[in-house]
């Protein structure tokens, strides 16, 4: 049988790699600019809040709610959320959205730090605080969100400590991107940062809609999960139906973009990053 815990979690650190590329960037350009040891303690300050978040939330929906319905809330948040970066990834393929640029997106923060004045003498510098912080917590809680749904998933199919090993999964892989960036001491635009995310997209799309659907026994009589037919062999099929979708989709946009004569959009600009 094919192991959807094991494909969610693959899921899981990919997301959180793409997320941490982007976070890495701000901090990289705070600590650069305003210094490393506000820039630091920003990241560290959102990293505890995120594993707070996590947990509480993760935790007090495993318990209190019923498990179908629970299946069922989790894959409609997780549907959605796909779709959006679904539909971002379809509009970059077709060219009809700005690709994310890691360098472009560094030199304007670097601008925006050195912007900002001169540091304060002494202590933490708290332009470099506040936006390392808000940048990490920012691209953290699509991590959080993702975590959070696959630990539940993979906890509904009687994984034990499912919550903790997706956590972990996504700890290994942020802790990864940001050992290699530190090393190299430069953005890490050479990541496929734009193909990650299509496929990252598919998974959030096909996971939402198996368990959403499945979910959909909560309202039945017996207040029990739907069985897809195949068990989770409907993963892949599902897969399958979502990429033939979205390449129909790009190809459709592209040819109205040249029938229209429509330039490729520039890289995007800091605030209009994201998934």
């Known amino acids: 049988m094919l192991d959807a815990n094991v494909v969610g979690l693959v899921a899981a650190v990919i997301a959180s790699a793409v997320e941490v590329v982007e976070a890495f960037t701000i901090v990289l350009a ?47 948040l997780l549907l ?45 510098d708290p332009f470099g605080f506040v936006i390392s912080f808000k940048g990490v917590l920012l691209e953290g809680f699509e991590v959080v969100f993702i975590v959070i749904t696959f630990g539940l998933g993979a906890a509904h199919r009687g994984v034990p400590d499912a919550m903790w090993i997706a956590a972990l999964g996504a700890l290994a892989a942020a802790t990864l991107v940001a050992a290699a960036g530190m090393a190299l001491r430069r953005p890490l635009a050479m990541m496929p940062e734009n193909t990650m995310k299509y ?39 599902i897969l399958a139906l979502w990429l033939a979708v979205s390449r129909l989709t790009v190809r459709g946009l592209g040819r109205i973009q040249a029938a229209y004569g429509g330039a490729r959009p520039a890289p995007m600009r800091p605030e209009e990053a994201g998934a």
């Open 80 to 124: 959605v959320f796909g779709l959006q970066w679904l539909r971002k990834a379809m509009l970059r393929s077709a060219g009809l959205k700005a690709l994310h640029d890691e360098d472009a997106i560094f030199a304007e923060e670097l601008a925006a730090a050195r912007a900002a004045g001169s540091r304060p003498p002494g202590g933490l």
């Open 199 to 237: 496929a990252v997209g598919l998974l959030l799309a096909s996971f939402g809609l198996f368990w959403s659907v499945e979910g959909l026994g909560y309202f039945t009589p017996a207040a029990e999960s739907l069985e897809w037919p195949g068990g989770t062999w409907a993963l892949p099929a």
């Open 30 to 76: 705070m600590g650069t600019t305003r210094g490393w040891p506000s820039a630091l303690a920003g990241t560290l300050a959102a990293l505890v809040t995120l594993a707070a978040v996590t947990g509480v939330a993760g935790l007090a929906l495993q318990d209190y709610l019923n498990a179908a319905l629970l299946q069922f809330v989790v894959g409609t």
